[in-house]
């Protein structure tokens, strides 16, 4: 195999990797090619957590082609007994006689391990090819894996001149059918949709994924779309035990300044929800670190100026994705962001843009916070 071979089949394993992008989670997305003769013999991806790997569906598919073949690997094949057998193990009583993969497994678990009893079984191994589109198709498995929490995206949806609802609290619906749909995307991929209480009391938001369709399996069989974990910051418990969050989508978490043993905290938990106290129900680093360890990858914020201002203001934001309307409401309006403190330019947040793009109607901008310093520095 050349440079070129080997570029070419790992990117159908990333283009592989990404079906699962809506159904994997807790698990990191991953994608597998096997090549015999010079054409593929078997590929697969991982579909959801508990389900196989996507080794264990390529080489299902490759029977026993799968002996003297080389094997493409979006992440380092596990190696150790969870819900799956390890599929390095499964790689070596296949017979493949090359492995190549994109990057290691940041999981503690596998970390280096993979490998290792590839190279002790006399397996061939090249690694590092396509890293970098691995590292962004899992970007919020590996900051879990290494940082301790989860990747957090902030989505706004605004007017031109930054108004997130009318002077009255009204915002439905400031942006369009399309933007609203893309919104979905968004939600489908993350492990927790993130709200604080006023928005629950102002909006009775459901937080669930709404989409046509289900996503295909590797087997062919279809998939419901992920559910991620609805998530309210409420530190007086002001919930109401009715609304939309209480119907269909993912488990509901609450998280409060007050006793879980109040009548008020039973009365949710009575209602089908979780409720956690922490120290302060301003701790946002400690809700972050919980969600990562009940596996957690990726947060969703979609909440009012308040939450998401401090969120910025303790630099816990990853990427920011704000839907502009071709609107204006003025002065009186409600803005996206309440960042006190920040007096003249030198305490800006910078931000670097990514991505401008039309949604429909609306235009999608996705920013992530520059923190190479000022122009001053």
Not at 11 to 22: D, K, M, Q, T, Y
Not at 26 to 45: K, M, S, T
Not at 122 to 140: F, K, P, S, Y
Not at 202 to 210: E, G, M, Q, S, W
């Amino acid at each position: 195999m050349t440079q070129a071979d080997d570029a070419r089949y790992m990117a159908r394993a990333l283009r592989l990797a990404e079906r699962g992008v809506a159904t994997t989670q807790p698990n990191p997305r991953v994608g597998c090619v096997l090549v015999a003769g010079g054409r593929i013999v078997g590929e697969g991806w991982h579909m959801q957590a508990g389900a196989p790997h996507a080794e264990v569906y390529a080489l299902q598919q490759a029977g026993s082609q799968a002996r003297g073949a080389t094997v493409y690997i979006t992440l380092e094949p596990c190696s150790h007994y969870g819900r799956t057998a390890p599929c390095s193990e499964a790689l070596i009583a296949a017979g493949v006689t090359r492995v190549v993969t994109a990057m290691e497994d940041p999981n503690p678990l596998v970390r280096g391990r993979g490998h290792a009893l590839l190279r002790a079984a006399g397996i061939a191994l090249t690694e590092g090819v396509g890293t970098d589109a691995a590292r962004r198709l899992n970007v919020g498995y590996v900051q879990r894996m290494t940082q301790g929490r989860p990747r957090v995206t902030l989505k706004q949806g605004a007017t031109l001149d930054g108004r997130t609802a009318s002077a009255g609290g009204n915002s439905q619906w400031i942006t369009g059918p399309a933007a609203r749909a893309d919104v979905q995307q968004l939600r489908a991929r993350s492990g927790a949709i993130l709200t604080g209480s006023g928005t629950v009391l102002a909006d009775d938001p459901a937080l669930n994924v709404r989409l046509p369709g289900q996503a295909l399996a590797p087997d062919g069989r279809m998939l419901p779309w992920h559910q991620p974990l609805r998530v309210v910051l409420d530190r007086r418990l002001r919930m109401p035990l009715r609304g939309r969050l209480f119907g269909a989508g993912g488990a509901l978490w609450i998280y409060t300044e007050r006793s879980t043993q109040e009548p008020q905290a039973l009365a949710l938990r009575e209602a089908g929800a979780q409720v956690a106290t922490l120290p302060s129900g301003a701790d946002l680093p400690g809700v972050l670190s919980h969600l990562a360890s009940m596996g957690v990858n990726d947060v969703l914020i979609e909440a009012g100026p308040t939450l998401a201002g401090a969120f910025v203001a303790a630099d816990l934001v990853d990427e920011l994705v704000v839907y502009l309307a071709p609107a204006l409401l003025g002065d009186d309006a409600r803005g996206m962001f309440q960042l006190p403190g920040l007096i003249g330019l030198d305490h800006r947040v910078r931000l670097r843009i990514l991505e401008m793009r039309a949604v429909g109607e609306d235009w999608r901008v996705r920013a992530v916070p520059d923190r190479r310093g000022t122009e001053a520095d």
